[in-house]
């Protein structure tokens, strides 16, 4: 009987061996990601600087790039309100106005600002900005094809958008 008792409790001892550093494992990723949660925002929001200077450089790619990181880096509210403070609605607007910009940074902007737009504070920039006039210049001179008719459709959901907004 004591020889049985004693497997049990060696093999119980061998199971709780193998299981332990698992567990402690899985608590430190858990930890480990917790924390990440809490400062990702943080992070994003930081972040949002460096893609608002990409958008000033003279090379489509590199505009493209801080484009779309800006596009999302704005998943995060905070970010969002970061860029909103930063003045992402001016600098977006102003590619939309540039005569040299090619149709994918136009497409890239229209986009980013349509994200800029998803909250209230968003759209009061844009609206600050003059963005009813910009939009409109641009849909009265841009030429219909098929590389452009997303930023045109935006450039219409964003003037829609903007028009309860009046002049608050």
Do not use: W
């Amino acid at each position: 009987m004591s020889t049985a008792a004693e497997e049990d409790a060696a093999a119980t001892a061998a199971v709780h061996d193998t299981l332990r550093p698992k567990i402690l494992r899985f608590f430190a990723l858990f930890m480990i990601c917790g924390a990440g949660i809490n400062v990702l925002p943080s992070v994003a929001a930081a972040s949002v600087g460096n893609c608002l200077s990409l958008m000033e450089a003279q090379e489509s790619f590199i505009v493209k790039a801080g484009c779309s990181r800006l596009q999302l880096l704005m998943r995060l509210e905070a970010a969002r309100q970061r860029a909103v403070q930063q003045g992402a609605a001016r600098k977006l607007l102003r590619l939309l106005q540039a005569p040299t910009a090619d149709e994918g940074v136009l497409d890239y902007a229209m986009a980013t600002l349509e994200q800029l737009a998803g909250c209230e504070e968003g759209l009061v920039s844009i609206r600050d900005e003059g963005g009813q006039a910009v939009l409109e210049s641009y849909l009265a001179g841009v030429q219909r094809s098929p590389t452009t008719e997303d930023a045109i459709y935006r450039a219409q959901q964003l003037l829609a958008a903007l028009a309860p907004l009046g002049d608050i």
